[in-house]
């Protein structure tokens, strides 16, 4: 099975409906995830947000998170995720920002993605970060960055699932 074809099913078992937040993959995860059979069910929407203003105001991002931070950093990925659930039905969101390359950007090395999952329960959110350097080519850094998001989803849901917080 493939990637999306195991995080479908991990949906489907735990009744999560998922809603992304994409900058650098720029749709790529809702998109693997919507060429499965079956996955509409799972998928509440997708948003691609190149621009600070994009984030800003389709996804609440603050503009000094981005000003202090910058826009490859968790602390912007993990304000994309939870804005991304703010307005949305879906209890788990997945948000990604960095620099696919070929050049380093504002000192930071090309192929550095930043990632948040948030996950919505009845009475709080739960959103974790990882920041991670890919190797190769744009479209290369783009792929791995895709199946990087999704492989990591159920990890992070058993974690909130069980109360456990960032860092904990």
């Known amino acids: 099975m ?13 009744a999560l409906v998922v809603t992304t937040a994409e900058s650098c ?5 809702v998109t693997l995830l919507s060429e499965v059979e079956g996955s509409g069910e799972f998928i509440e929407c997708g948003y691609v947000v190149y621009s600070p203003q994009a984030k800003q ?3 609440h991002v603050n503009p000094q998170t981005i000003e202090t931070f910058n826009l490859t950093s968790v602390e912007v990925a993990r304000e994309m995720a939870t804005g991304a659930l703010r307005d949305s039905t879906a209890n788990a969101a ?3 920002t960095g620099i696919l390359g070929p050049d ?5 090395p ?6 948040a999952w948030a996950f919505q329960s009845a009475d709080e959110c ?3 970060s990882r920041e991670h350097r890919f190797s190769g080519g744009r479209c290369e850094v783009q792929t791995e960055a895709t199946e990087y998001a999704l492989q990591w989803l159920p990890h992070f ?3 909130a699932r069980a109360g456990e917080k960032e860092g904990a």
């Not at 993959?25 to 995860?29: D, E, H, L, N, V």
């Open 2 to 14: 493939s990637i999306a074809d195991d995080t479908v099913q991990y949906l489907r078992d735990n």
């Open 25 to 29: 993959t720029a749709g790529k995860i």
């Open 57 to 59: 105001r389709l996804l």
């Open 94 to 96: 997945i948000a990604t």
């Open 104 to 108: 380093d950007v504002d000192g930071i």
């Open 110 to 115: 090309a192929g550095t993605i930043c990632f």
């Open 126 to 128: 739960y959103v974790f």
């Open 157 to 159: 849901h058993r974690r």
